[in-house]
């Protein structure tokens, strides 16, 4: 696993977006989220070492633009060249999560096709009304590859009417941070039983730092949100 951020910052957009990691990183050092700059690395998937070999080994999964949105509106001619380094390295594969993916048509390149092979989308919605917003757009675009992003997931959601076989991966997650909302366990267990019913595959990225199960609250610190998520044997994927 390969972390790729060609830019960094972005501006809050919803619910979802309230009490952003991001956000809670930079204040630390006293950086402004809310604006847009290219990063050093901007080139990595195509950079070679002194070897002449590519940086990044072929094989691996690039997880892309998660320190800002991949379809943020700053980044629209950075992006240009993006999708291109994406086109030569066929050999990787590229992930990517947008809030923004009713801006996704507009600005995909010209040879996209039906999708690049080597792309998959998620497409983030954490509370009913952003799955009635964004689902129906995601679905119609020219994808070969789509992920249901349900994090940090602030209510329960009914995502049956866009669960089909044009999803490969409903993830869900809880939000982190001091601030965190609290993610009820069940809204969890309801998504979880709608992908599975449908063959869809399922993944508990994380509890986040309030969990309600069961009628107790629970405080759950950061480093054990993963693994307490793990533990609950959630995960389902296709034999």
Same mark, same amino acid.
């Given at each position: 696993?390969?972390?790729?951020?060609? +830019?960094?910052?972005?501006? =809050?957009?919803?619910?979802?977006?309230?009490?952003?990691?991001?956000?809670?990183?930079? $204040?630390?050092?006293?950086?402004? !989220?809310?604006?847009?700059? =290219?990063?050093?690395? *901007?080139?990595?998937?195509?950079?070679?070492?002194?070897?002449?070999?590519?940086?990044?080994?072929?094989?691996?999964?690039?997880?892309?633009? %998660?320190?800002?949105? %991949?379809?943020?509106? $700053?980044?629209?001619? +950075?992006?240009?060249?993006?999708?291109?380094?994406?086109?030569?390295?066929?050999?990787? &594969? %590229?992930? %990517?999560? &947008?809030?923004?993916?009713?801006?996704?048509? =507009?600005?995909?390149?010209?040879? +996209?096709?039906?999708?690049?092979?080597?792309?998959?989308?998620?497409? &983030?919605?954490?509370?009913?009304? #952003?799955?009635?917003?964004?689902?129906?757009? *995601?679905?119609? /675009?020219?994808?070969?590859?789509?992920?249901?992003?349900? $994090?940090?997931?602030?209510?329960?959601?009914?995502?049956?009417?866009?669960?089909?076989? =044009?999803?490969? /991966?409903? /993830?869900?997650?809880?939000?982190?941070?001091?601030?965190?909302?609290?993610?009820?366990? #069940?809204?969890? /267990?309801?998504?979880?039983?709608?992908?599975? !019913?449908?063959?869809?595959? *399922?993944?508990?990225?994380? &509890?986040?730092?309030?969990?309600?199960?069961?009628?107790?609250?629970?405080?759950?610190?950061?480093?054990? #949100?993963? !693994? #307490?998520?793990?533990?609950?044997?959630?995960?389902?994927?296709?034999?």
């Amino acid at each position: 696993m390969v972390l790729y951020n060609p +830019w960094h910052g972005c501006h =809050k957009i919803s619910d979802g977006c309230l009490n952003c990691y991001v956000y809670r990183i930079d $204040e630390k050092y006293q950086r402004d !989220s809310s604006i847009v700059t =290219k990063n050093g690395n *901007f080139n990595l998937p195509i950079r070679k070492n002194r070897q002449g070999n590519p940086t990044i080994a072929s094989g691996e999964t690039v997880y892309t633009c %998660f320190s800002s949105d %991949f379809l943020v509106e $700053e980044a629209d001619e +950075w992006r240009k060249d993006v999708w291109k380094m994406m086109k030569e390295r066929q050999d990787l &594969t %590229f992930i %990517f999560l &947008t809030k923004r993916i009713a801006r996704l048509g =507009k600005v995909l390149p010209e040879d +996209w096709g039906e999708g690049y092979d080597n792309v998959i989308v998620g497409c &983030t919605v954490e509370n009913e009304l #952003q799955a009635r917003l964004r689902l129906p757009i *995601f679905l119609k /675009l020219p994808l070969k590859h789509r992920n249901i992003i349900c $994090e940090p997931l602030l209510e329960a959601i009914d995502l049956s009417p866009y669960l089909s076989d =044009k999803i490969e /991966l409903v /993830l869900v997650g809880g939000e982190s941070g001091s601030e965190a909302r609290v993610c009820d366990y #069940q809204w969890v /267990l309801d998504i979880h039983k709608q992908a599975t !019913s449908r063959n869809i595959a *399922f993944h508990y990225h994380q &509890t986040g730092a309030r969990l309600l199960k069961d009628g107790i609250l629970y405080k759950i610190p950061r480093k054990n #949100q993963s !693994s #307490q998520a793990h533990k609950a044997k959630l995960d389902w994927s296709q034999p």
